[in-house]
């Protein structure tokens, strides 16, 4: 009771670091992967998220110092790179998209693990932390990270809300919104670079091998419950950040659990919580 008493009165500010970042994290995942979801895409969050590794080693290579905002930018470049290849090759060829997005990933994810590898043998100290990007350290959260977490958010946030109307005609009738003159094409390259902007902030809770978890299930779990997509779109943020929230109480009341697995873990509870209650969806 006096870990819970604690916890709540937010009074430790390691504490508030560590909630607020993981909460905006969790939001913004769960609502962006609610597209990926509805687009039967789900697989490009785990190329995305597994694809931003090397994207990080190169941005450490190139300024050897563990600085949030360099290698999100790092994430970012190698996460646009894997999207755009993706989407090249599943125009181009002839094979079925999850094998190419299967292939995208192996590659990237090699090149990562290659490159860590590397930054282990040769920087020394410098480096030390950085392998915690494949599980994510939530507690390693501080002042910096959470200011660019929030502004990343708050990009992402404003862009579904200006785009909402495109991105939801986008999703159910691609071919009707071509046909009035709307650019499916631009708004799917907006969509994607969203997930992967919400993907960089979030290998900082989860790493790159959970990232994936933190886009879809909360969709999973605001599907269950309504049918309208504005509303799938708040539930889905309201689960994602709930779930941060739970995940760090967790880690804060037993130490030696990782924050990271813990919040995927009470995600997968909430999950198995609403399948029973799971309905079509429907028109939104």
């Keep these: 009771m006096n870990d819970f008493l604690q916890f709540f009165s937010f009074s430790d500010p390691n504490v508030r670091l560590v909630v607020l970042g993981t909460a905006l994290i969790g939001a913004c995942s769960g609502s962006i992967g609610t597209f990926m979801v509805l687009t039967r895409k789900s697989l490009l969050g785990d190329v995305v998220s597994h694809s931003i590794l090397p994207g990080i080693c190169v941005a450490f290579i190139l300024y050897p ?109 691609a071919g009707f919104a071509q046909s009035i003159g709307v650019r499916v094409r631009i708004y799917n390259g907006i969509l994607s670079s969203l997930t992967v902007m919400a993907v960089a902030i979030g290998i900082q809770a989860v790493g790159v091998v959970l990232m994936a978890a933190l886009l879809i299930a909360p969709s999973i779990v605001s599907k269950a419950l309504s049918n309208r997509l504005w509303l799938i779109l708040l539930i889905s943020a309201f689960v994602g950040g709930l779930s941060g929230l739970l995940g760090s109480f967790v880690s804060y009341t037993l130490p030696a659990m990782p924050t990271g697995p813990w919040i995927v873990i009470c995600l997968s509870l909430m999950v198995f919580a609403v399948l029973p209650f799971r309905r079509k969806f429907g028109n939104s």
């Design 65 to 173: 110092v563990r600085s949030g905002i360099h290698l999100f930018i790092g994430a970012m470049v190698a996460g646009l790179l894997s999207g755009i290849a993706a989407d090249y090759f599943s125009r181009k060829s002839v094979l079925r998209p999850d094998a190419l997005f299967a292939l995208v990933l192996s590659v990237f994810f090699g090149l990562g693990v290659m490159l860590i590898t590397y930054i282990q043998q040769n920087y020394g100290a410098g480096q030390a932390g950085l392998d915690a990007i494949l599980f994510g350290k939530a507690a390693a959260i501080n002042q910096d990270d959470l200011t660019y977490i929030t502004v990343v958010a708050a990009v992402i946030f404003a862009c579904l809300i200006l785009f909402f109307r495109s991105f939801r005609m986008i999703t159910f009738n």
